[in-house]
C-alpha cells in the first residue's frame, strides 16, 4: 500500500515563501512521477506542478510558474514543493499525489495519479 504524507504547510504572509514536502512509503524505489495539486475553499482542485521518476522533466501550472518549484530526493522518497512569492489567492489545501506506472512522466490530469496524501494546508493572508 503506497502511502504518501505532507508536511509543511501553514499560516504566512503575501510575499512569503514555503517548503512542502511529501513522502512516499510503501514501494520499492522511486521510479515514480510525482505532483502536486491544491483545492481553494469553493473550487475544484486543480494541478500545481509535476516532476517525472528521474528529476529530469517537470511540468507546472501557468499561475504559478517562475514562484514555485517543484524537486525530489529520491534517496528520501521524497518530493517538494518550493513556494515563494505567496499570494493570498494560493491559499488552498495542497495534494501530493504519485503515478503507478514505473518511470512515468510528468502530467498535470489527475486521473494519471494513482494515490493521494491527504493534503496539508496553506494560507497566505494579505
Known amino acids: 500500500q503506497v502511502q504518501l504524507v505532507e508536511s509543511g504547510g501553514g499560516l504566512v504572509q503575501a510575499g512569503d515563501s514555503l517548503r512542502l514536502s511529501c513522502a512516499a512509503s510503501?514501494?520499492?524505489?522511486?521510479?515514480?512521477?510525482m505532483g502536486w495539486f491544491r483545492q481553494a475553499p469553493g473550487k475544484e482542485r486543480e494541478f500545481v506542478a509535476a516532476?517525472?521518476?528521474?528529476?529530469?522533466?517537470?511540468a507546472y501550472a501557468e499561475t504559478i510558474k517562475g514562484r514555485f518549484t517543484i524537486s525530489r530526493d529520491n534517496a528520501k522518497n521524497t518530493v517538494y514543493l518550493q513556494m515563494n512569492s505567496l499570494k493570498p489567492e494560493d491559499t488552498a489545501v495542497y495534494y501530493c499525489a504519485t503515478r503507478a506506472a514505473f518511470r512515468s512522466s510528468p502530467k498535470a490530469e489527475e486521473y494519471e495519479y494513482d494515490y493521494w496524501g491527504r493534503g496539508t494546508q496553506v494560507t497566505v493572508s494579505s
Open positions: 516532476i517525472d521518476w528521474s528529476g529530469a522533466s517537470t
Open positions: 510503501g514501494r520499492t524505489g522511486s521510479g515514480y512521477a
